[in-house]
């Protein structure tokens, strides 16, 4: 009878101890971490920097001046907030600042608001928009992970490609419309690299 008891009450503290630590934080280290495409005929392209905006696929087929590998990491104020960083060991090039013609390493990784059913994915330079910013045209603090899954933080926002004429290379757009996917194909966004065969 003592047995009973005592193990139902041990599996509900344990119960109750393991769901109040937030799911975010038990899955995701804030080790730095690169983002991978899944979708129809996209099966773990990388995500990468160009001309300020993020791309999909093959980063040699962009038509950008600027193209960069890269990795992000979360702002220490805030983790809906995350930084992208040129991935130095892919590439020797780094970000290009906005409106300067100095250059970067890190920019923000943003979300452009609009009329548009779809809209771009961006990068904004880290001293050009507030990390707690949140106004109508760049959205900051909009990311979170389920596991190895990137959310938008906006009711009904899903991501999307959005095809540029070439097989291999899409740009990363993101919409809360139902409409989005007569523009661009629904795609899934993860921290974690495709298995290849």
Known sequence: MFFTFILPAFVAAFGLFCSAQPLEERQSNGNPFSLYAYGEDINGLHVFYADGQAQIGDMSLSNASNKVPMYVTYSSNDRTTWIAHANTTQS???FAALGSSTTSTTNLLCLKESSSVTN???FNSINSVSISSADTETITNA???YGSTVLINRTGGNFYAKSTGK???WHLVWSTSDN????ATAIIL???A???D
Do not use: H, I
Not at 180 to 183: Q, W, Y
């Open 92 to 94: 020797t090039r780094t």
């Open 120 to 122: 771009p994915v961006t």
């Open 143 to 145: 990311w979170s992970l």
């Open 167 to 169: 097989n291999g290379w």
């Open 180 to 183: 989005a996917g007569l523009e």
């Open 190 to 192: 993860r921290t974690t």
């Open 194 to 196: 495709p298995v290849l």
